[in-house]
């Protein structure tokens, strides 16, 4: 298995994952937000012939607004949480909630106000609502479902223990920290996503921003989360 990391902006990345001649997309980044950026040119060095899959960790701009372009340049079948429709058809997603203080700075500075990033409807070809195996589509993987920061976080578990976990687990500012989410809508199920990771196997952890993370900084993060809400 070959992990490539595309870097959008200076914090955020998604990734394309070769496996067996089969390539996945976790996430496409934006598309609007930086002029003169393409995903084309974002993913330099992936041969779009071989992606086949396109998964979705949740419906925020910075995570599929390039969908669309990544779909047109991929013809890949787009797996996502069945609620991520609602922003992928009209560019509106679940309003931002800080979660601790790191996470009002992050939301005042960075995340307030987001912009609309989806150029056009797109549909998704495998809507999941529950725990999916990845195996028939090339992957041995599986997604699992990983609510908190919205309510249609999944996250995508190699079985060899990569984890793809979108902004469960993140660095907010790119300075080292391993944090869960500090925008969260439900922080009981933010906790219990935390767990479920862990419980998948993870042994690393690659975020939407910064990172990747050990099982250990994941399991120091998680004591955090539950302890002190840091």
Known sequence: MEIKTISVGPITNFYAIEENGKTMLVDTGCYLNFPGWTLKAAMSGVDFSTVSLIVLTHGHMDHCGGVNHAKALTGAKILAHADTANFLNTG?????????????????????????????????????TEETDLHPYGFSAKVIMTPGHTLDAVSVVFDSGEAFV?????????????????????????KESGQKL????????????????????????????????S
């Not at 500012?173 to 869960?180: A, D, I, N």
């Open 92 to 128: 509106k997603f679940t309003p931002y909630r800080p979660r601790n203080a790191v996470g009002q700075a992050f939301y005042d500075n960075i995340a307030n106000p987001a912009p609309l990033d989806i150029p056009q409807p797109v549909e998704i070809d495998i809507p999941v």
């Open 198 to 229: 862990l419980d998948a196997g993870l042994k690393c952890a690659y975020s939407g921003h910064g990172g990747p993370f050990t099982r250990e900084q994941v399991e120091t993060a998680l004591r955090n989360l539950i302890e002190t809400n």
């Open 166 to 190: 979108g902004d469960t687990v993140l660095d907010p500012f790119g300075e080292g920290l391993c944090t869960f989410a500090v925008l969260s809508l439900d922080d009981e199920k933010l």
